[in-house]
T-cell receptor, first 113, second 112 residues
Framework: DSGVTQTPKHLITATGQRVTLRCSPR?????VYWYQQSLDQGLQFLIQ???????AKGNILERFSAQQFPDLHSELNLSSLELGDSALYFC????????????FGEGSWLTVV | DAKTTQPTSMDCAEGRAANLPCNHS???????VYWYRQIHSQGPQYIIH???NNETNEMASLIITEDRKSSTLILPHATLRDTAVYYC?????????????FGKGTKLSVKP
């Protein structure tokens, strides 16, 4: 158990809909990262937050957004969903940005039908 | 893009040592070498990391060459549960350099 908690574990939704994935980082970790893993793209970095502020952005679509709240949990919002958004979404956390090991949650399986 | 090169796949006999190589010829002086693995579709699991000295923990050993252009992850006694994709990642710190950029990794198959 990495200490990173993600909900929901599985989610099925229709095209055009919007979903929110939630992540609770390890106790004391200030950085949260989101990754997407689809069959044909491997693990892709989406975005990083540090203590509530966006720190780095990767291959995140404009239809996707994220935020980190004062209690340090984070949410990834996916809107106008397309079939190609079906993937595993991982959240990860670490201590002071970049200086600590990054630990991953077990992921949220999103299926868009 | 990933800064590392790994073999696509490797086999290892159960109980034997698994030696997974990684090339990172463009590594910078302040960048670390990290190893993660992903078992089936579980979350990536941290294994070990190092800067320039060899490192060992309860899971594995990491051997980094003196010029730091390559490294080897050693699983001393591989078991069937070590079958996974292993990722070698070069990571800096601070800002965007603190992120993990995953390549395709090495699929290790441990066989009975």
């Amino acid at each position: 158990d990495s200490g990173v908690t993600q909900t929901p574990k599985h989610l099925i939704t229709a095209t055009g809909q919007r979903v929110t994935l939630r992540c609770s980082p390890r106790s004391g970790d200030l950085s949260v990262y989101w990754y997407q893993q689809s069959l044909d793209q491997g693990l892709q970095f989406l975005i990083q937050y540090y203590n509530g502020e966006e720190r780095a952005k990767g291959n995140i679509l404009e239809r996707f957004s994220a935020q980190q709240f004062p209690d340090l949990h984070s949410e990834l919002n996916l809107s106008s969903l397309e079939l190609g958004d079906s993937a595993l979404y991982f959240c990860a956390s670490s201590g002071a940005t970049g200086r600590n090991t990054i630990y991953f949650g077990e992921g949220s399986w999103l299926t868009v039908v | 893009d990933a800064k590392t090169t790994q073999p696509t796949s490797m086999d290892c006999a159960e109980g034997r040592a698994a030696n997974l190589p990684c090339n990172h010829s463009t590594i910078s002086g302040n960048e670390y070498v990290y190893w993660y693995r992903q078992i089936h579709s579980q979350g990536p699991q941290y294994i070990i990391h190092g800067l320039k000295n060899n490192e060992t923990n309860e899971m594995a050993s990491l051997i980094i060459t003196e010029d730091r252009k390559s490294s080897t992850l050693i699983l001393p006694h591989a078991t069937l549960r070590d079958t996974a994709v292993y990722y070698c990642i070069v990571k800096g710190y601070g800002g965007s350099q603190g992120n993990l950029i995953f390549g395709k990794g090495t699929k290790l198959s441990v066989k009975p």
